[in-house]
């Protein structure tokens, strides 16, 4: 008990200590992309990529946000909103959850979440990426602790190449 109160104390003195350093500047809030009637599809795409990777991915496995994925376009677009205003580091879901509600008003794409799993260093990690597709071109969304598992700018995939 003694030493959790001891703790407790060291904390809070640090606390203080870092919210009363002035030289210390709130780290900056990724800043939502703004669409224009003339920018492509592809243009947007990217403009949500690169919004959704300021974020850094979260490396704690701590989850800051209720991920539920099976209560609707609403509930996704709510946690979308909290994990913009909140502006912490994010996990793949999140990620998604992002797109989803950037790219709502595209009509112009069918998106879909794909899930897989990767293999690393022997341990099995599951992730989710928000694939899209526009006039026959695929590509994704997402974020990662690889970058090879979460971008994919739109390319042609001919039937023959895809993977199964």
Request: net charge positive.
């Amino acid at each position: 008990m003694k030493l959790l109160a001891a703790a407790r104390r060291w904390l809070e003195r640090r606390k203080r200590a870092i919210k009363g350093d002035t030289s210390l500047k709130r780290p900056p809030y990724p800043e939502r992309p703004v669409f224009t009637a003339k920018m492509s599809v592809r243009a947007r795409l990217v403009a949500v990529q690169q919004f959704i990777k300021e974020f850094e991915y979260n490396h704690t496995g701590a989850n800051y946000f209720t991920k539920r994925r099976d209560r609707g376009l609403k509930h996704v677009s709510l946690t979308a909103k909290d994990i913009i205003r909140e502006a912490l580091p994010i996990q793949c879901v999140e990620a998604v959850f992002l797109a989803c509600y950037l790219t709502a008003e595209m009509k112009e794409i069918e998106r879909f979440p794909l899930s897989f799993k990767s293999n690393m260093g022997g341990r099995m990690f599951r992730h989710i990426v928000l694939a899209v597709e526009h006039q026959g071109k695929w590509g994704a969304l997402g974020i990662s602790r690889r970058d090879t598992l979460m971008y994919l700018s739109l390319i042609h995939i001919s039937e023959p190449t895809r993977r199964r």
